[in-house]
């Protein structure tokens, strides 16, 4: 039988990995390595489950309690290994570590915290920084958990344009009251 796609052993699991976690911003855990390999139609969710521990052992990976990060012997030997990736595997891995980077950075820029109040209301708590400090906070007070939440996660899906449109609201108004 005819193999489909590019990975055909555990070395090229293994090379894949090192070259996703050499992208990888941050430390990350198994299952988000299995998701930003899977580019492939040969890889399987077991071949990255039983590779990790192994390039754990050898010096490749950093387990840092339940996340993984590459190590300088693995950067070393991604550098050297790279251009053996499929070009079709090496573009698809590197958009899909590209948005995982993307996102996580908007993270670190977006705070909420819900609230309960005494009287059973919830204060959703919003927060938008750059990199030189908070650039809003905005304090919402809601009736209820469930309607407090849908106003986190619909701040948290588009922080910009929110804080954008505060600032054209104010900046409009304090236009129209100068006149």
Known sequence: MERHGFIHDMLDVKVLILYVMSLVEMPVSAQTIYELCLQDDCLSYMD??????EMVDTGHLQKLGDLFTITDKGRDTEQLTNDSIAFPVRHRAKTAVEALNRAA???QFIQTELRPCENGEYIVSMKL????GQLMHLELTMPTRLQARRV???YRKNPDMIYQSVIVGLLEEAEGSAE
């Open 152 to 154: 986190e996660a619909a």
């Open 129 to 132: 920084n750059d990199m030189n």
């Open 48 to 53: 990255v489950q039983q590779a990790i521990p």
């Open 105 to 107: 950075k908007q993270e």
